[in-house]
């Protein structure tokens, strides 16, 4: 067993090789990816994917995403690669989109959770794609927070997650084009029979989907449901609660707004504290009511910085974190929606 010793390391080639050697020794090592940050492991081995599950509390239902530098090496992850499949990497990779496939013998079991697929994707972060190549072989990362949290879109928050569990943290920095550009986790597509499904939208949307998968291929489904925790379905990890602040979180639509001042109003003269993540600016708590942040009003922006708009709200010691739906669903807002239905509860 080596001792943690909780690094934060500016990838430069040092971090990189410390990165490297606790992969080889089977330990764990978060990264950044243009998602969210992962906490990686090998892929081929059981005692390093346990530990994956160990530090995050994360139920052994709930399969991992294999990280790939590119198409050749996802094949080899794979027992079968469909022309469909080759499409949408062709087209998507690398980037924000994984691929459901059917698992190949090089991948342990665990990382598939007891099914016979695999996930696999290839990041277009260079740190990412730097420590693929320099370790040369299949990386097992769900995102690096603890089992049904936020997911990280910085360092501080894997080390706020993590702290004391993991041995190695490498930071992207904080720049638009090395942080997390994306700011939710990769879109999720079922590849691994003739019936393409959307398990989870992110940063490739079905618009980008739908124009390289046609009638054709028999068109995508998009799976709506979730699932209850503990349940072994289709699409797995899709909790109804996932993704969550430790505070309570509440969501409206516009039309709820005078229900929620009004209630806000009430609350206030409690000496309670609310929170408001709203994207319009007619939208607003002002004090004494409560307070207000303003995120972006375009999807892509606004996904970029939901996860740490949560998380500094979770850490305001509000008793309440009340957020405005958007209206639309198109585009990244897909994403955004599927997120904030699961970070939070209906009004
Ligand atoms: O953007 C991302 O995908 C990030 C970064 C680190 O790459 N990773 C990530 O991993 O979000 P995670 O573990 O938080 O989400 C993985 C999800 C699972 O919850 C499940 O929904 C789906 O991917 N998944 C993984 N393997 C699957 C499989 N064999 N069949 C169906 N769904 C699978
Ligand atoms: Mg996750």
Not at 204 to 218: A, F, K, N, S
Not at 328 to 340: F, N, P, S, Y
Request: aromatic share 6%; charged share 20%; with cysteine.
């Amino acid at each position: 067993m080596i001792p943690m010793i909780q690094t934060l390391i500016q990838p430069a080639v040092t971090g990189l090789l410390a990165a490297v050697k606790l992969l080889r020794q089977g330990q764990l090592v978060a990264f950044p990816t243009e998602t969210v940050y992962g906490l990686g492991a090998d892929a081929r081995r059981a005692d390093a994917i346990q530990k994956i599950y160990q530090a995050k509390d994360r139920p052994p239902t709930n399969p991992l995403i294999v990280h790939v530098p590119d198409l050749a090496a996802a094949r080899a992850c794979v027992s079968a690669f469909p022309p469909v499949a080759q499409r949408l990497a062709e087209k998507f990779w690398p980037g924000p989109l994984t691929l459901v496939l059917p698992r190949g013998p090089s991948i342990c079991p665990l990382v598939s959770a007891g099914r016979s697929t695999v996930a696999v994707r290839c990041p277009r972060h260079k740190v990412a794609d730097a420590l693929l190549r320099t370790f040369n072989g299949p990386i097992a990362a769900p995102s690096a927070n603890r089992s049904g949290f936020i997911s990280p879109t910085r360092a501080s928050h894997v080390y706020a997650e993590l702290n004391g569990r993991i041995p190695l943290i490498l930071d992207g920095g904080e720049t638009a084009q090395n942080g997390c550009e994306i700011g939710v986790e990769s879109t999720v597509v079922d590849v691994s029979t003739n019936h393409i499904t959307l398990l989870r939208p992110g940063g490739i949307t079905l618009e980008m989907l739908r124009e390289v998968v046609g009638p054709h291929d028999g068109g995508i489904e998009v799976f709506h449901g979730s699932v209850a925790p503990g349940a072994s379905a289709a699409a797995p990890g899709m909790l109804d609660r996932h993704y969550a602040p430790r505070t309570p979180a509440r969501r409206f639509t516009l039309a709820q707004w005078p229900d929620v001042q009004a209630w806000a109003q009430q609350q206030n003269a409690t000496g309670a504290k609310l929170i408001l993540l709203t994207h319009r600016d007619d939208i607003i708590l002002e004090a004494p009511q409560g307070q207000t942040m303003l995120l972006p009003s375009a999807a892509p922006a606004y996904a970029r910085i939901l996860y740490e708009s949560l998380r500094l709200a979770d850490t305001a010691a509000a008793s309440t974190i009340l957020v405005l739906l958007p209206d639309k669903e198109d585009g990244m807002w897909h994403a955004v929606h599927d997120r904030l239905r699961r970070a939070t509860v209906s009004w």
